[in-house]
């Protein structure tokens, strides 16, 4: 008969009580974490691809994280622009309210009647007794007045600490109001009413913003409030980058056409030289010095006339401007659409590889827990028959 010494049985047990204490430790360790193991190695074969999947996870992270930043810098800006076009049907609106009729001036008209011709009774309209204008005239320009400034606020919209209209030059404020737009503007609205230039020459001064074409008087950009990066055209286009192969561009600069037309037509209207509409004389009697100078025009007519030829310039502008800016937000919704496809697109990559890795890394919690009941029960079992093997003498076989 062979058998086992008792130091051999109870070396044996305690081997084996180290294996199971190693299994728990392992199995508790897989429990507080879901995972397999702590370390790649412990992966075997599967270690490889779980790295790569990891790797591709952490790309698309960068992807799905750029176009998330751009998201909110698109929504700010579709935002401003949205409110921008908003006010700017309400200007439209304005000039569609004012009747084109007579001088929208207070007081009273004043003839003339050509002393040459005394047989012949003309009683010309020449002017007005007051420079006033009326409420229909007075609410437009009040109108202007307090769109210009909201629009300027529009124009220099932030988010956090970025300018989104300003292009790449985030940090720089795109539109300051120092007062040159107003100066410029009166001083064209004088010299046409003194008949230095003519309306013509005014229209044109509106509609260019370069003095390259040998117009002194044009409106640019400068001279309008813009920075200086977007005067010379150096504040670079904004992208966003939404995969390896793809950049998305979501420029809008505050100085475009619609913006630029839109506040050039509102600082007429405000300024303070564009009332009255026809010459003043308070005192009724023609000829004479005016006492505030009108429209271009002889005659009362023709005063109203070149008003409104201005005013009808103006009021194109904005009209063209609101046009423009829908095309702007299209662009914007476009490229706000791609960047939701590929956001989309890397969710989904991105949840397929988190599945290939949890599907190598992580462990059935639930099994893992009945495992670790089970061991408990041998653990408990070897204990007792170690303590019973320890406690074995000869005086137990007599």
Not at 136 to 160: C, H, P, Q, V, W
Not at 276 to 296: I, R
Request: charged content about 20%; aromatic content about 8%; overall charge negative.
């Amino acid at each position: 008969m062979t058998g086992v010494s008792t130091l051999g049985q109870a070396l044996r047990q305690i081997e084996n009580i180290k294996k199971q204490q190693t299994t728990f430790t392992t199995l508790s360790t897989q429990l507080a974490t879901g995972k397999k193991t702590q370390n790649f190695s412990g992966l075997g074969t599967d270690a490889l691809s779980s790295i790569r999947s990891r790797s591709s996870i952490v790309t698309l992270d960068s992807y799905i994280g750029n176009i998330g930043k751009a998201d909110t810098r698109l929504k700010i800006m579709l935002s401003s622009i949205e409110e921008f076009q908003s006010q700017g049907e309400n200007l439209s609106n304005g000039f569609i309210g004012l009747i084109q009729q007579g001088t929208h001036q207070l007081g009273e008209i004043v003839t003339y009647d050509d002393p040459s011709t005394p047989f012949v009774y003309e009683e010309t309209p020449v002017g007005m007794t007051s420079s006033k204008p009326d409420v229909e005239l007075k609410s437009l320009i009040d109108l202007a007045s307090n769109l210009f400034d909201r629009m300027t606020e529009l124009l220099n919209a932030k988010d956090g600490d970025r300018y989104v209209l300003g292009g790449a030059e985030t940090q720089t404020k795109p539109f300051n109001d120092s007062g040159t737009l107003d100066a410029a503007v009166g001083t064209l609205i004088t010299n046409w009413k003194d008949g230095a230039i003519t309306t013509d020459q005014l229209l044109a001064d509106i509609r260019d913003r370069t003095t390259t074409g040998g117009n002194a008087d044009a409106l640019t950009d400068s001279v309008i409030g813009y920075s200086s990066t977007l005067t010379a055209g150096n504040a670079g286009r904004v992208f966003v980058r939404v995969d390896d192969n793809s950049e998305l561009d979501y420029t809008v600069y505050a100085n475009q056409d619609p913006f630029r037309d839109i506040l050039v037509a509102l600082a007429f209207l405000k300024n303070e030289n564009l009332p009255p509409v026809a010459n003043t004389y308070e005192d009724g009697v023609f000829p004479g010095t005016p006492d505030a100078k009108g429209a271009p025009g002889y005659t009362l007519q023709q005063q109203q006339d070149s008003f409104y030829t201005l005013y009808n310039e103006l009021a194109a502008m904005a009209n063209k401007a609101l046009d423009e800016i829908d095309n702007i937000r299209f662009d914007l919704e476009a490229v706000r659409a791609s960047m939701d496809e590929s956001k989309q697109f890397h969710v989904d990559q991105k949840n397929l590889f988190t599945s290939i890795v949890a599907g190598i890394e992580d462990i059935d919690q639930n099994e893992v827990a009945l495992k670790i009941n089970t061991l408990q029960v041998q653990l408990e079992a070897s204990f007792r028959v170690t303590a019973l093997v320890s406690q074995l003498t000869l005086v137990n076989f007599i």
